[in-house]
């Protein structure tokens, strides 16, 4: 496939995308429509049909520029109720946003001659939506891919792959920007083209300052910017994609790849160059490429990172069990799995909280999410029996609009430690400081980075260690805040910020559309 015209990537959206129609008005104005359907497939020896949309995996990307307005007309065709964002139904709906700078301004760095967007992704033979109940009922861990995808193939060395491989053609002497997606559902990735190094130029939807690199580490809700030179023989380059895991906890081990083709006439290689990319267990290797990633922070692209903290929130993340009678479950101990944040398990409620706060109605939601663990232990040593079995509840945090938030993820050795990929709806943050072993309220903060830490919607809270970001609570409204690994989001590691209402009409949340549709 060849490559379309430049755009900068804002994030990843949990859905569904297709061509837009440009209306000229003082603003561009683009309409979508996207149908939600089944859809026959045929990956790794096996047939399959799976929700999509517009019949494609990933689905279509919305191109907008910055300040234009996106009309996005969803049809669900499928036998149950979908979401925007954040279930399990994003394995196989899903694309990317990508916006180009507003008119009349460009990039801060040399025009690139086109670019692509990338997607990784995860294929399960099984029905995911059955993986997922099956899961939920019996309390065990969901099974795990049996793939990994590059725009949705999963190539060498997978089955019945090889001849399908995504291709991304370039000219020799030509830079290309790559809009790089992580879609996956359960774990983060290693990502590399062989013989190239590339730059990052771009973290979700932020400028940063340029990081030239053989590989990246992305996690699941990331996206990222680069710029790969054409720069070697005219031949066949594989890309790459492998998983990075710091813990025990079940994944899928197998590898993805795509293959760079240089246009032009010249002999294959008897074997085509495959990237080296670090150990699926390499902390250091993520550690390494991950605390470069600084903002651009100049002139024309500033930054506000709050100094003056009014609102303080620590949360211990962690997983747990939560106990079944007679041993009865599929989890650990005869036990459900769980996850928590500060030791609340979420529950879903059955009303949603958004329609629930602007309505004021009682019982949906309790707005006493703790802005402290309910007691303070050594979260990354010898925890013990006694922080295992969280309490459940669907609980909120109440934050008044304009406060200067700070927020400390502690990561803990409660059931299985390891990274934990934390996104925050509504918001953009700046990670400010991380580190490992337990947050010191005393020392830690000195080794924060105030002067250009990345802005961005999805860090990595480390095994075994903790993460600070900072925002100021600007857009009113009920935004979920969640672990990007699926699993731990299905078993509770949730929460909800609510910003309050300001004093304008600009600074309150938006009434309801007239047509708004129910759950289901």
Not at 3 to 8: D, E, F, R, T
Not at 17 to 37: D, E, K, M, P, S
Not at 39 to 62: H, W, Y
Not at 145 to 159: E, K, M
Request: contains cysteine; charged residues 10%.
């Amino acid at each position: 496939m060849g490559l379309k015209n430049m755009s900068l990537i804002l994030g990843f959206l949990g859905f569904v995308f297709l061509q837009g129609l440009l209306v000229c008005t003082a603003y561009n104005v683009h309409h979508y429509n996207f149908i939600v359907n089944n859809t026959f497939f045929q990956r790794l020896c096996s047939n399959k049909t799976m929700l999509t949309v517009n019949g494609g995996f990933p689905g279509p990307t919305i191109h907008v520029r910055k300040g234009d307005r996106a009309y996005v007309n969803v049809h669900n065709e499928a036998s149950y109720g979908v979401t925007i964002h954040c279930d399990w139904t994003r394995a196989t709906v899903h694309g990317a946003i990508v916006i180009l700078p507003e008119a009349n301004t460009t990039y801060p760095f040399p025009e690139p001659a086109a670019e692509q967007v990338l997607i990784l992704g995860e294929w399960y033979k099984g029905d995911v939506k059955e993986i997922i109940d099956n899961a939920t009922a019996t309390g065990a861990d969901p099974t795990v891919s049996d793939a990994y995808t590059i725009n949705g193939q999963p190539g060498f060395p997978n089955n019945c792959s090889n001849d399908t491989s995504y291709k991304l053609t370039v000219e020799y002497g030509k830079t290309y920007l790559l809009r790089l997606v992580n879609a996956v559902m359960n774990e983060e990735m290693f990502f590399g083209i062989a013989k190239h190094n590339f730059t990052v130029v771009a973290h979700d939807g932020a400028y940063i300052k340029p990081v030239t690199t053989s590989y990246i580490m992305i996690t699941p809700g990331q996206t990222m910017d680069i710029l790969l030179t054409a720069n070697q023989s005219p031949s066949h380059y594989y890309i790459a994609a492998t998983p990075f895991l710091d813990s025990n906890a079940p994944f899928d081990s197998t590898n993805t790849s795509a293959i760079l083709e240089y246009t032009g006439n010249y002999t294959l290689p008897s074997s085509i160059p495959y990237p080296t990319l670090p150990n699926v267990t390499d902390r250091d290797a993520a550690d390494n490429f991950t605390t470069r990633i600084r903002s651009l922070a100049s002139v024309e692209h500033p930054i506000n990172v709050p100094k003056n903290i009014t609102t303080q929130i620590f949360i211990a993340v962690s997983v747990n069990e939560i106990l079944c009678a007679n041993a009865s479950c599929g989890g650990p101990n005869g036990n459900r799995l769980a996850a928590s944040l500060n030791n609340v398990s979420f529950v879903t409620p059955s009303i949603d909280i958004l329609q629930a706060y602007y309505r004021s109605l009682t019982g949906v939601f309790g707005s006493d999410f703790p802005s402290q663990p309910p007691y303070i232990f050594n979260f990354t040593g010898d925890v013990g029996n006694n922080t295992l079995y969280p309490s459940q509840g669907t609980k909120a945090r109440l934050i008044n609009y304009g406060e200067a938030v700070e927020i400390v993820f502690q990561g803990t050795n409660v059931e299985t430690a390891e990274n934990h990929p934390m996104h925050l709806h509504g918001f953009s943050f700046y990670l400010v400081g991380t580190g490992y072993g337990n947050f010191n309220a005393t020392s830690s903060p000195s080794t924060y980075n105030l002067n250009d830490p990345p802005e961005v919607n999805t860090i990595g809270v480390p095994k075994n260690g903790w993460a600070t970001i900072r925002f100021f609570a600007n857009n009113p409204g009920v935004w979920f805040m969640h672990c990007h690994l699926e699993r731990h989001a299905s078993w509770g590691m949730d929460t909800v910020l609510i910003v309050k209402n300001g004093t304008t009409a600009e600074s309150s949340i938006l009434p309801p559309p007239a047509n708004l549709p129910t759950c289901s």
